[in-house]
């Protein structure tokens, strides 16, 4: 017992040494060099605990965006009993182990079932972990640590594997090929956008007719746009928030300066937190990958959101500026209306909005584009107001760092929970 006791503490419980240990044995299958292998395992272990610390920024400047826009419309800031930071150190190395266990059973089944494709955006793989443990643990609060892994592996192995195969026929209009899946948490947003493009518009009618002002292509940087679009709603917002919040808030800075201060700082904080989640999985990945490939001969890889970026560049940028006007406009009536305090999230505004425009694009022009990118909008404001009172009691910031797809995870997890609960 002294020794699981050790087990669960040092190793499990320390999710940088859990990701370290992972990394050390795929590395060692690979056969890779002797420093290769000490230099990977660094990095993922790195990884983690830059990410850790990003996260400590991301919420100390979300914390503050939530208090001066909630009392700028005088309502209720959103309500958390725990924060992700807690949640990660607690359930981290559940939430790892759930990603490794639902990667082998996704392989499984893709070699038993002919699926094709091979999940292999890895940061996601940690991402809809996060979600899946943290919704399990919502639904069924009772659960135990092995069969919250089981379940929680078996859900997200039934992830990897269908969501490349339901999008794959717009997928295929997009890149007139078979070669490479849609692997990622906006698939929802862009098989919308391909089910109901054709309403709007033409191909013909391609977004790669149209040129885009130059001045605005900044705004494709994540972190000049998050710190650019964050700061203006700061600044709007502690000119209408009450004087005695706001002045709490600045302390002895004028009023101005703390507002940039605060929207840089929630972008440093999202910058460095992707910087630690990118630093590891480029370690951890292509041990996964390998794995694959002498698994499941001739798969496929299902990708990551940039790989359609090629196809339609301006498609991306406009679906990124409709993501947003959208979004605004639902932060603007949930606040007048009192419903809700929700965070325009630039890099969620940004990729998912990307991929649904150059689906949307694909079947039905700029006019698609435009929709995939509403779409997109609309899934992150009522997804946020909605899933962040859900996930109150384990990762609530996980509703702000959300993609469409892990809404939709959560609420059949959830609603499910409560299903169960009524019956029994």
């Known amino acids: 017992m002294a020794f699981i006791d050790f087990l669960v503490k040092n190793i499990f419980n320390q999710v940088s040494v859990l990701i370290g240990l992972v990394t050390l044995i795929g590395l060692l299958l690979q056969k890779k060099s002797f420093e290769e292998t000490i230099s990977g395992t660094i990095k993922a272990m790195v990884g983690i605990l830059i990410m850790i ?8 400047g979300l914390n503050s965006f939530q ?10 800031p959103p309500v958390a009993n725990n924060t992700l930071q807690d949640f990660t150190s607690k359930f981290g190395s559940t939430a790892v182990s759930i990603m490794a266990l639902g990667f082998l059973i996704h392989l499984i089944v893709v070699r038993l079932f002919n699926t094709r494709f091979v999940y292999l955006t890895g940061h996601l793989m940690w991402w809809i972990s996060l979600v899946i443990t943290a919704s399990l643990l919502e639904a069924f609060p009772g659960i135990g640590q092995g ?6 592996a078996i859900l997200i192995a039934l992830y990897f594997t269908l969501q490349p195969v339901y999008v794959h026929k717009y997928m295929r209009k997009v890149t007139n090929s078979d070669e490479i899946g849609y692997g990622h948490t906006s698939s929802i947003a862009a098989y919308l956008a391909g089910r109901f493009g054709h309403i709007f518009g033409k191909p013909e009618q ?12 900044f705004m494709k940087d994540i972190t000049v746009g998050t710190a650019f679009i964050i700061t203006i709603i700061m600044l709007v917002a502690s000119f209408f928030a009450e004087k005695a919040v706001v002045a709490k808030q600045a302390g002895d800075l004028n009023f101005v300066v703390w507002s940039v201060i605060q929207g840089f700082r929630f972008a440093a904080g999202i910058t460095i937190l992707l910087y630690g989640v990118r630093l590891f999985l480029a370690e951890i990945v292509p041990a996964f990958r ?9 798969g496929k890889p299902a990708l990551d959101v940039p790989v359609v970026f090629p196809y339609a560049p301006t498609a991306v940028l406009i679906g990124f500026i409709s993501s947003t006007v959208v979004f605004l ?17 630039m890099i969620m505004l940004f990729f998912p909005a990307a991929g649904a425009a150059v689906f949307g694009n694909a079947v039905g022009g700029w006019k698609g584009a435009v929709l995939g990118g509403a779409i997109n909008g609309l899934f992150l404001a009522f997804g946020q107001a909605l899933t962040w009172p859900m996930l109150s009691n384990t990762a ?3 509703a702000v760092l959300a993609d469409p ?8 997890i959830i609603g499910a929970g409560k299903l169960i609960g009524s019956i029994f």
């Open 53 to 60: 610390a990003g996260t400590d920024v991301f919420i100390a």
């Open 67 to 76: 208090t001066i826009v909630s009392s700028a419309f005088r309502i209720a």
């Open 147 to 152: 069969t919250l892994i089981l379940v929680g």
């Open 206 to 217: 391609s977004t790669e007719k149209i040129k885009i002002p130059k001045k605005i292509e």
């Open 290 to 298: 390998g794995i694959s490939q002498k698994l499941i001969p001739g």
């Open 329 to 345: 406009i639902f932060m603007i009536i949930f606040g007048i209306a009192g419903f809700a305090t929700i965070v325009p999230s």
């Open 396 to 398: 609530p910031e996980l």
């Open 405 to 412: 797809d892990w809404y939709i995870i959560t609420w059949l």
